[in-house]
């Protein structure tokens, strides 16, 4: 594992030299050029948490740019899309913007007047490192200028899985009580139900009390499906593209009506999962805090994602007791994985608001964002795993980087006491709330290093917990993704610079009209009574949706996928031919 990262980071050196771009961070000790304090208003559609940023990341904002975050989420708020077209319809989203750029987003934010021309702040800034992809973003629209920067952004190959050590999707599930069950065998998707309700069993409370549950739900993610049905679809290498599930390697286009669909699959296997009292009945109304913290409790025994899961259950006390989630084999699985893209993300950018209160700042703090020092500072969230701030958690040695003691406390054990002089309280109450991952994982820093402090040599070379060495021997490998790889089990999905075209404004009110039908009678299918309400509640869903113009909706969806999927091969081929 060690030797694939480092001959990875020996080949990316000089491309990292140009994320780096010229000079980098601003001096650590320059004094902030702002005199008047503002508190900027974030809308974020990607943060799970409503409020102003406060801790350790607060403190850094405050020392650089005197101004404090007041974060806008339509995840916490409710509303989801309702929210972004109210603060459109004001004339007003926010001082700084994180949304989609796709489906016609940006140009008719654009063309509405609602985001600023920031090219005149950022002109002559380091983030000008990645003006391909920036312009590229802005083809489609007619007015000079830039109007917001991507995310994610990658000099990889397109065929290069963007997750590092663990995937973005998978099977994990209780590891210790999969052990004490044998590690029994699993076929297919549906030979899990079993296993699960076995270690249901073996674990039927928390230590607290609380019952267990195999799968817990929340609705905040929904949207043109139901989210949590979506996610199983992953491990086959399915993704959606509005109401098209589309196969990584381009092979399958399903509606997610169809009556074989995976989709459905995945509702019935929830569905069969609440008849044997695997679905934790709170799922119906409660928020993503909710069951984030049902996995702190450990009151969930299994979860597509390890970034959940392992994030939150997996303290260093846990994992040396023994106990923790890891992923489990599934003989048929294919996982889905983002393939890198030098065109960046354009689900997810950033932008300067037209009625900002101060432009040139706002400005300058997206550029710090995509700085080094910025860069390892936003990303300590789950997902991202950087180290934050350099002199906090870690530092550079004469080996390269490393992790402090305190860094050891907070990142390994989970969590510490931050220094007053860094902002005082909990280092995770200080994380960045902004939930937005600027460059993509696997990308390194000016010296060479990766930002995701997992893969540094000295924390690899630290001693693997008792559970992970465990899985290790049973796996055959050292890691989930070079397990996944070494067994042809990873579908990667090559990066590319696609954006979903516009809708008119008839497509877009059928296509919620559809969502609200799909989204309602896939939960109230997971919870029917018995297969015979389960089947009619399907037909309903189906019937209703038709109705309402779903098949005109998917037409539109199924020639973007498959449009898409031509950009990807593109993409590979212009790729392979700058080697």
Known sequence: MKNRIYRLAAILLSCSLLFSGCGQQADKKEECPYEEFIVVDVFDGLANYQGVQSGWFAKLVKDKF????????????GGGDTL???????????????????????PDMVTAGLVMDMEPYIKDKQIMRFEKAIRFMHENIPQDGIYGIPSELSLNAPTMPSEVLEPTYGPYIRWDLYKELGYPEMETLEDMLPVLKDMQNLCPSTEDGERTYAFS???????????????????YGYDEYGFVLAKADGSDFQSILD??????????????????????PDSITQKYEDFVEKYEKGQILYAPWPWVAQTHYN????????????????????????????????????????????????ADFIDWLYSSEGISANGVFSIAQTAGPEGLAWEYGEKGPYLTEFGKE?????????????????????????????????ELDERGYPYQYQMWESVIDGSASAIKKDWQMQMGATTTLDYLIDNGKLAVSPGCGYTNPSENTEQTAIRKQCRG????????????????EF??????????????????????DMEGAMAKDAAKKEAVKAYSGKE
């Open 66 to 77: 005197n101004m404090e975050l007041n974060i806008i989420a339509p995840n916490v708020a």
């Open 84 to 106: 972004f077209e109210t603060r459109a319809a004001a004339g007003d989203i926010g001082d700084l913007i994180i949304c989609s750029g796709e489906s016609g987003n940006l």
């Open 217 to 235: 739900f929340f609705r905040d993610w929904d949207a043109n499906l139901m989210n949590a049905a979506k996610q199983p679809c992953c491990f």
């Open 259 to 280: 009556d074989d669909s995976i989709y459905f699959r995945v509702l019935k296997w929830y569905f069969d999962a609440n008849q044997m009292g695997l679905v934790d």
């Open 315 to 362: 303290t260093l006390e846990r994992e040396e007791q023994g106990k923790g989630f890891m992923m489990a084999d599934i003989a048929d699985m294919s996982i889905y994985s983002y393939g890198c893209s030098e065109y960046g993300n354009q689900k997810s950018i950033i932008a300067i608001g037209a009625n900002a209160q101060d432009p040139e700042r706002m």
């Open 410 to 442: 907070a990142l390994v054990k989970g969590d510490a006491t931050v220094p007053e002089e860094w902002g005082g309280g909990s280092w995770k109450g200080g994380i960045s709330q902004l939930n937005y991952l600027a460059v993509n994982k696997m």
């Open 517 to 532: 039908v799909i989204q309602e009678y896939s939960w109230r299918m997971i919870f029917a009574e018995d297969e015979k």
């Open 535 to 556: 089947y009619e509640l399907l037909h309903t869903m189906q019937e209703e949706a038709y109705a309402l113009g779903f098949e005109e909706i998917l037409a539109f």
